[in-house]
């Protein structure tokens, strides 16, 4: 599976970005999905999964982040809202087979990776 993200950006402290990750030429049907990211010097963390029947948000970003996914189950979003300096990192999309139980994905348990896409939170 491919996986291709975009939407990452600069944007202020309070503001607004979407992303985006499109599975190249198929669906996620059968896949749980995750969003992940890496801060400099800190270890890569999943802040958002979605199996086929739930979605789990990390506690440091809940009530600020949104998964979701479009009906064809071609395209995952992360909406993140009231962003916050220390959201600035790389974002990566990732998928694998199957469902997970419902909650984060873990680091062992990705088999896809996007690319990442910059996300940069000015104060």
């Known amino acids: 599976v491919e996986l291709v993200e975009s939407g990452g950006g600069l944007v202020q402290a309070g503001g607004s970005l979407r992303l985006s990750c499109a599975a190249s030429?198929?669906?996620?049907?059968?896949?749980?999905m995750a969003w992940f990211r890496q801060a400099p010097g800190k270890e890569r963390e999943d802040v958002a999964a979605?199996?086929?029947?739930?979605?789990t948000i990390a506690d440091s970003v809940k009530g600020r982040f949104t998964m979701s996914s479009d009906d064809a189950k071609t395209t995952v979003y992360l909406e993140m809202n009231n962003l916050k300096p220390e959201d600035t990192a790389v974002y990566y999309c990732a998928a694998r087979w199957g469902n997970i139980p419902q909650r984060l994905m873990r680091l062992d348990e990705v088999e896809y990776w996007g690319q990442g896409t910059q996300v940069t939170v000015s104060s």
């Open positions: 979605m199996n086929t029947w739930s979605t």
């Open positions: 030429g198929r669906t996620f049907r059968n896949h749980a």
